[in-house]
């Protein structure tokens, strides 16, 4: 069973910049694919990037091609979500989340078995 805790949100303003990161504890980090959920209230949870297990391949849900960028850093169990050019319509719950699989088609939340608590992005004047 691997843990997932995120930390890295808080307030930014628009067309800021803020750089989420994930540690993972109690597996073999090198061995699960690795992504990135949101939620914004009254919404249901949002698709936003994966990276494969040797970080090799990555993928990103359509509202976010080209501003966020995924990254892990294995030998540190480490993932991260760097985010640019930050609008309100991003403000939401941010989750990491992984799979032991290395299927790396997976845009759906239940294709992940672990998630993180969430940790909260608002961007906000």
């Known amino acids: 069973q691997v843990q997932l805790v995120e930390s890295g949100g808080g307030l930014v303003q628009p067309g800021g910049s803020l750089r989420l990161s994930c540690v993972a504890s109690?597996?073999?980090?090198?061995?699960?694919?690795m992504g990135w959920f949101r939620q914004a209230p009254g919404q249901e949870r949002e698709f936003l990037a994966l990276i494969s297990r040797n970080g090799g391949f990555t993928e990103y849900g359509d509202s976010v091609k080209g501003r966020f960028v995924i990254s892990r850093e294995n030998a540190k169990n480490m993932v991260y979500l760097q985010m640019n050019s930050l609008t309100p319509e991003d403000t939401a719950v941010y989750y990491c989340?992984?799979?032991?699989?290395?299927?790396?088609?997976?845009?759906?939340?239940?294709?992940?078995?672990?998630w993180g608590q969430g940790t909260q992005v608002t961007v906000a004047s």
């Open positions: 989340v992984g799979k032991s699989d290395a299927y790396v088609y997976a845009r759906r939340e239940e294709d992940y078995a672990y």
């Open positions: 109690g597996g073999t980090f090198n061995r699960y694919v």
